[in-house]
């Protein structure tokens, strides 16, 4: 069980820099992403939403079928199959893979499943080079940090903390330029490409009737990862199923207007299969690892199982007061923000971080920017019942418990509530007063008194006053 | 003949903020209304609810619905309670049919305080009078989960004597989420942090909300931090002569 990071959230509200580079990168993708899908730019968006939310949602509920029909599709077009139950499984073919073909070097194009199951680390524990090659992602790896961003991995890097770690790990001069940047790292990346054995993707959808992957990106790396090497091989979770390519039509609108404000990613890549005797590129062989890891245990609730629906856009991130204030890297997993908050007990248990649904504020901005309209702030309310149930079952939080049963009690009870409200009036209230500090504060007070002054309660509430007032009026 | 409104004035109003259900009750006595306030009412359940604790809110909804049953229109100065039981009772009830009846009528018979003055009472003007320099917060609950937006700028735009500035950025959450604000203090505390900035930025001297509870977090923070911006509920203003 993780314990609330205090610390760690309190030095990232403290760290000025930080906080900067969070508000620019994330309010930049805000506003993009919010001309890019107002009426008069995308007059159809919301019903993009409802379309997209119904798919993924009929597309979830006969997964079964749809699994089986990409198999069959994928096996059609020459490319192979591999059922995964986690990521030891993945890891496992791979390196079974990489052993009977003499392979040393992978070059990896962006995949948040494979950082779910942290596979660069389990590869290279067996002796593989596994090269990261979208930017972000190379400086991350560089510095052996995680994502800090579903979309934007090095989204707290500035150009300056981005010279430090080019010229500490890469022994160059230091460059503070941004484009000079992207060209030291392309490079260092062009050599790896070409010597690669292995390229490894994720897929943003993997498209049942059609049997193909597709992949969005801006830099041109993954489609060079995914046919440069003689073998590709696309790990992804099984929730990524679309029904028909056409379906591309409604996802591909949404995902680079929410992630990054574009009506559509520089690259869009649609691989079904390797190489065909008739084309120049494409790899030999053509894997895809379908892995649960966890997901069928969320199919199995009617009300959640919509987290499944996330197409990893990073709206909800870039929108969260929560998210741009604590930053990426204070989340327990490798997905953070809302979807993070609503995934991670989903597949960890509510146990492993029972602090986690309760870190929001509920404003329902996550919900709004959703373009699968996933209904998170629900989700977490869920998620809260179900973490203070599985509290008292281990017999802990009694004492809150205690308090809201109280409560109830007395809100059932209108006279014992007058009562109890004036008596707090009387104890602590002056008229019109906000109390700066209470004597031996503690608990919510004291948290609250930390950051914000406390009104007193009124001398007379409402009830009282009304009550007068009707008196006076001989009513 | 006037019509006959019941006031929910949500438990922070009656106990912190009396003067905002005085107000709420001054706006609608001028329209013609005749009030009526059930004594027995206290809280709508929300607090509870958002934190986990179910039947502790079924509880306290149970007994908003008795003491409401039988009235035509309540109106409450709050988007947030007002989206909880109109909203979330149904969630709450879900295995309860009887309840759950209940609690689909008092859906259609529940109204935020602006929403009624403009969509029942069909009012823009009340004949308001505030002389202010004043920004209007979106409270969370009342934008996202009841579609208020543009209402309750329309009724103070027609306030005489008020300068309404626009926040940038004007939806972000002010930070208060209830029990979160005492969780995770400094985070919310962070929250109110920037809501105050961008208030500040306005030149504001007043900043108004359909909800007492944002203006507390808000108040409370801005009083820390030694500033000197109101923070005064829609329905104040509307009351003022």
Redesign the interface.
């Known amino acids: 069980m993780s314990e609330l990071p205090e610390q760690a959230?309190?030095a990232a509200?403290a760290d000025s820099r930080l906080q900067e580079a969070i508000y620019t990168a994330t309010g930049r993708l805000v506003d993009k992403r919010k001309a890019v899908t107002s009426p008069e730019v995308l007059p159809d968006y919301q019903e993009l939403r409802t379309q997209a939310h119904e798919i993924k949602k009929h597309t979830i509920e006969n997964l079964d079928y749809y699994l089986e029909l990409f198999e069959r599709h994928l096996t059609a077009n020459g490319g192979k199959l591999v059922w995964c139950r986690d990521g030891t499984e993945v890891a496992d073919f791979i390196l079974s893979l990489a052993k009977q073909r003499g392979a040393r070097l992978i070059v990896k194009s962006k995949s948040m499943t494979t950082e779910e199951i942290e596979l660069n680390e389990r590869l290279e524990h067996h002796g593989l080079e596994a090269v990261e090659t979208d930017l972000g992602e190379y400086i991350l790896q560089l510095a052996h940090e995680r994502p800090y961003h579903i979309v934007a991995p090095a989204l707290h890097k500035t150009r300056y903390d981005v010279a430090d770690i080019f010229t500490e790990k890469l022994g160059v001069q230091r460059e503070v330029v941004i484009e000079q940047q992207t060209l030291i790292a392309r490079r260092v990346l062009r050599e790896k490409f070409l010597a690669a054995d292995i390229g490894i993707s994720g897929a943003n959808f993997l498209v049942a009737d059609s049997g193909s992957v597709a992949i969005v990106e801006n830099e041109g790396n993954a489609r060079l990862s995914t046919t440069a090497p003689k073998i590709h091989i696309a790990v992804a979770g099984i929730e990524k199923l679309i029904p028909r390519a056409q379906d591309l039509a409604v996802f591909l609108k949404l995902l680079g207007r929410s992630a990054t404000g574009q009506p559509l990613t520089v690259y869009t890549s649609i691989l079904s299969g390797p190489r065909r005797s008739t084309e120049v590129d494409g790899p030999d062989e053509f894997y895809v690892l379908l892995m649960d890891n966890g997901r069928t245990k969320l199919l199995a609730d009617s009300q959640k199982r919509q987290s499944l629906y996330c197409i990893r856009c990073g709206a909800c991130l870039n929108i969260c007061?929560?998210y741009r204030?604590?930053g990426g890297h204070n989340y327990p997993w490798v997905y953070s923000g809302p979807i993070g908050a609503i995934i991670t007990p989903q597949f960890h248990g509510v146990m492993d971080d029972p602090?986690l649904?309760?870190?929001?504020?509920?404003?329902?901005?996550c919900?709004?920017v959703c373009p699968v309209k996933i209904d998170l702030p629900?989700i977490l309310?869920d998620?809260?019942?179900?973490?203070?149930k599985a509290k008292l079952r281990e017999g802990k939080n009694r004492l809150?418990?205690l308090a809201?049963?109280l409560?109830?009690?007395?809100?059932?009870h209108?006279k014992l509530?007058e009562f109890a409200?004036a008596s707090?009036?009387g104890l602590l209230g002056e008229e019109g007063r906000?109390l700066?500090q209470v004597p031996l504060a503690v608990?919510?007070v004291k948290?609250?008194l930390?950051?914000?002054?406390?009104?007193a309660?009124?001398p007379?509430?409402?009830?009282?006053?009304?009550r007068e007032?009707r008196a006076g009026r001989g009513a | 003949m006037a019509a006959r409104v019941s006031l929910f004035v949500t438990c922070i109003i009656d106990q912190l903020f009396p003067q905002v259900g005085l107000a709420m009750a001054d706006v609608l006595e001028r329209l013609g209304y005749e009030i009526d306030f059930p004594e027995a009412q206290t809280c709508c359940g929300q607090p509870a609810y958002n934190s986990g604790y179910r039947e502790e809110a079924r509880q306290v909804a149970r007994h908003f619905l008795d003491v409401f049953d039988g009235a035509e229109f309540i109106i409450v100065p709050s988007g947030s309670c007002t989206s909880m039981i109109r909203h979330h009772y149904e969630d709450l009830f879900r295995k309860e049919p009887a309840r759950l009846e209940q609690a689909r009528r008092i859906r259609d018979r529940i109204w935020e305080f602006s929403q009624f003055l403009l969509e029942v009472a069909r009012v823009e003007d009340v004949g308001a009078r505030f002389h202010a320099v004043a920004t209007y917060h979106d409270s969370c609950h009342a934008l996202r989960e009841l579609k208020i937006k543009d209402g309750p700028r329309r009724l103070l735009a027609r306030v005489r004597g008020l300068e309404l500035r626009e926040m940038d950025p004007p939806e972000e959450c002010c930070g208060f989420g209830g029990t979160f604000s005492v969780k995770f203090p400094e985070v919310s505390g962070g929250m109110a942090r920037t809501k105050i900035d961008a208030i500040l930025r306005t030149g504001a001297d007043t900043v108004i909300s359909v909800d007492s509870s944002c203006l507390m977090q808000i108040e409370g923070a801005m009083r820390k931090a030694g500033h000197n911006v109101r923070a005064l509920h829609l329905a104040e203003v509307l009351a003022s002569r």
């Not at chain 1, 409560?407 to 059932?412: E, G, I, S, T, V």
């Not at chain 1, 007379?460 to 009304?466: A, H, I, M, P, Q």
């Open positions: 959230i309190h509200l007061p929560v204030k604590i602090w649904p309760f870190a929001s504020s509920l404003c329902g901005a919900a709004e629900q309310l998620l809260r019942a179900e973490v203070n809150e418990k809201f049963r409560w109830a009690w007395l809100m059932q209108p509530y409200g707090g009036a906000w700066s608990g919510p948290a609250w930390s950051e914000r002054e406390l009104p309660p009124a007379k509430s409402f009830r009282r006053l009304w007032r």
